[in-house]
């Protein structure tokens, strides 16, 4: 099984955001990682010798307010945790005041995430791919 971000949604809006408060650009974009979240990218790349089934279905995960979103973020997913050691604290407060309230959480911030009487839950749309070998090779 394979489970892999769409290109629409909240997980590359987040990497365009960390792109955006990265202190240098690449010279030359990358790849896009999330063409892995597209079906048709799995069979180009692996329908010669696989059989494939994709499904969609949402990953969520729940959180108190947006600070506790934040804070996990910001303790655990490296790029936040980097650009949280390696910003000055002007450009810091930027990135945490947008990354809680801007566009990254829906265009109008943590509203994209559905309220909660005891908190967030937080949505986000992954492919599940189920790669099967196949007698194809």
Known sequence: MLA???????VPD????????????PATKPACPFA??????IVKLFG???????????SCCRARDGE????????AFGPISTLQQNLDPCRLASLRTEFQFGPLMGGCGLRRSL???????LCRLLVG?????????
């Open 115 to 121: 309220p909660l009487m005891s908190g967030l839950l």
């Open 36 to 41: 892995w979240g597209q079906s048709h990218c």
């Open 14 to 25: 987040m990497f365009r955001l960390i792109q955006a408060y990265k202190p240098t650009q």
């Open 48 to 58: 010669h010798a696989f059989d494939q089934g994709f499904e969609q279905a949402p």
């Open 4 to 10: 892999t971000w769409t290109p629409e949604g909240t």
């Open 68 to 75: 506790q979103v934040w804070q996990t973020f910001a303790q």
């Open 129 to 137: 791919a189920r790669v099967i070998r196949s007698c194809r090779l």
